[in-house]
T-cell receptor
Framework: GAVVSQHPSWVICKSGTSVKIECRSL??????MFWYRQFPKQSLMLMAT?????????EQGVEKDKFLINHASLTLSTLTVTSAHPEDSSFYIC???????????FGPGTRLTVT | GQNIDQPTEMTATEGAIVQINCTYQ??????LFWYQQHAGEAPTFLSY????GLEEKGRFSSFLSRSKGYSYLLLKELQMKDSASYLC???????????FGRGTQLTVWP
């Protein structure tokens, strides 16, 4: 139980385009989902926290107009990187909180490369 | 602010024991997690401590001292597959978010 999926697992896009990443909790309802970004050899940096049906809470320094987060249901959250630039290339990981232990479960991550 | 500190790198040989330390200073505390992360993959849960003391789970054990703001992860009978980054994370009091350390890259040599 407590499985979180992400799609796509990797994506390459051109500079200036937008990319949408999906995060799904497959076998539990996630009241809260978290989006992280991880650069090579760095730790996970929290970008934003989203609760189902409400606006996401962004961490300081994260542009909410650039990283659009939607948490429309208890099993799905999406992160859209708008007008992507090469410096947005990173490993994006979501986690979902819920299930019987109300702990966070991580998705497998999405590798984004912007050319 | 929040500060989670752990060594950047450690090395050990197969069959040995290694201890990875983590010290933390956070405004709230609702437990400490250890995760294992292989390159290019998401973190996987190893252990959770919320009370002082030692939690043992197979080859892995985790210790917590809340008064000292200190934890360690103990790995016994090291195997090559244990080569990975080990992340210490503290659950804060706001929305249950996790504050991560930078991770300790462990290399296990044959």
């Amino acid at each position: 139980g407590a499985v979180v999926s992400q799609h796509p697992s990797w994506v390459i896009c051109k500079s200036g385009t937008s990319v949408k990443i999906e995060c799904r909790s497959l076998d539990f309802q996630a009241t809260t989902m978290f989006w992280y970004r991880q650069f090579p050899k760095q730790s996970l940096m929290l970008m934003a926290t989203s609760n189902e049906g409400s606006k996401a809470t962004y961490e300081q320094g994260v542009e909410k107009d650039k990283f659009l987060i939607n948490h429309a249901s208890l099993t799905l959250s999406t992160l859209t990187v708008t007008s992507a630039h090469p410096e947005d290339s990173s490993f994006y990981i979501c986690s979902a909180r819920g299930g019987p232990t109300y702990e966070q479960y991580f998705g497998p991550g999405t590798r984004l490369t912007v050319t | 602010g929040q500060n989670i500190d752990q060594p950047t790198e450690m090395t050990a040989t197969e069959g040995a024991i290694v201890q990875i330390n983590c010290t933390y200073q956070t405004s709230g505390f609702n437990g400490l997690f250890w995760y294992q992360q292989h390159a290019g993959e998401a973190p996987t849960f190893l252990s959770y401590n919320v009370l002082d003391g030692l939690e043992e789970k197979g080859r892995f054990s985790s210790f917590l001292s809340r008064s000292k703001g200190y934890s360690y992860l103990l790995l016994k009978e090291l195997q090559m597959k244990d080569s990975a980054s080990y992340l210490c994370a503290v659950k804060g009091s706001t929305l249950g978010r996790l504050y991560f350390g930078r991770g300790t890259q462990l290399t296990v040599w044959p």
